[in-house]
């Protein structure tokens, strides 16, 4: 494994490891809103990152299931968590890719 692919599972591994405190802390949030506004705000900034240190084509796909897939509901506090739990399952499904197959060059093709 070469050490780009070990820095970006690194990443990946941090990432999983925050959102999933962040999970719990959104559970428990008294502002709904709130909490999804902060949840918005670290996908942008985790995205931006990825970009950097895993690589473009792994944002760009994550970049549109993350922010051009809607997760209706009566419930803000269950679409949050609905949210969170897709992200959480993405991040560790590209961790597995990566382990498995290694950083692709080119943009790795949407799945």
Same mark, same amino acid.
């Given at each position: 494994?070469?050490? &780009?692919?070990?820095? +970006?599972? %690194? $990443?990946l &591994?941090?990432q999983?490891?925050?959102?999933? *405190?962040i999970?719990?802390? *959104?559970? =428990?949030?008294? =502002? +709904?809103?709130? *909490?999804?506004?902060? $949840?918005?705000?670290?996908k &942008?900034?985790?995205?931006?990152?990825? +970009?950097?240190?895993? %690589?473009?084509?792994?944002?760009?796909?994550?970049?549109?299931?993350? $922010? @051009?897939? +809607? $997760?209706? %509901?009566?419930?803000?506090?269950?679409? /949050?968590a609905d949210?969170?739990?897709?992200?959480?399952? !993405?991040?560790?499904? /590209?961790?597995?890719?990566?382990?498995? !197959? %290694?950083? !692709? @060059?080119?943009?790795?093709?949407?799945?």
């Open positions: 494994m070469s050490e &780009r692919d070990q820095v +970006a599972l %690194g $990443f &591994r941090q999983v490891k925050d959102l999933e *405190a999970q719990s802390q *959104a559970m =428990n949030a008294v =502002n +709904a809103v709130l *909490a999804k506004e902060q $949840f918005q705000k670290w &942008r900034h985790v995205l931006t990152s990825l +970009a950097e240190k895993v %690589g473009s084509g792994y944002a760009k796909r994550l970049w549109k299931d993350w $922010f @051009e897939t +809607a $997760f209706p %509901g009566g419930d803000m506090y269950e679409e /949050l949210d969170i739990d897709m992200c959480l399952r !993405q991040l560790k499904k /590209l961790t597995k890719e990566i382990e498995t !197959q %290694g950083l !692709q @060059e080119e943009t790795p093709p949407d799945t």
